[in-house]
């Protein structure tokens, strides 16, 4: 039973380094592009702004990673969207920011 344990903790653990990468700003290319994103449309009121999800790239699969309302960090900020350009033999993920 101890060893079933044992490598189920040791495939989410490299599951969960595995989907580090993509939030880090891209480290690494993949071959094709993502799916389309997904929207959600409620707004929780009036100074929030609506950041984006993206497909992140975990393990051999794409994985929706949920958009959220947040109040800008500064007055006229404007929210950069994540997104998987095309570059050279893949693609690369560049993360969303404040700009």
Not at 12 to 40: E, I, N, S
Not at 48 to 55: N, P
Not at 62 to 75: D, I, L, S, T, Y
Request: aromatic share 20%; hydrophobic share 35%.
């Amino acid at each position: 039973m101890k060893p079933k344990l044992l490598t189920a903790a040791l495939i989410l653990g490299g599951t969960a380094l595995t989907a580090c990468g993509g939030y880090g700003g891209g480290a690494y290319f993949v071959q094709y592009g993502p799916p389309p994103p997904r929207y959600v449309g409620v707004t929780p009121g009036p100074g929030y702004v609506w950041t984006s999800g993206w497909w992140d790239w975990r393990g051999n699969n794409w994985a929706w990673v949920e958009g959220r309302w947040v109040r800008p960090p500064r007055a006229r900020a404007v929210w950069v969207v994540p997104e998987w350009r095309h570059e050279g033999r893949g693609y690369r993920f560049h993360r969303g920011y404040w700009r």
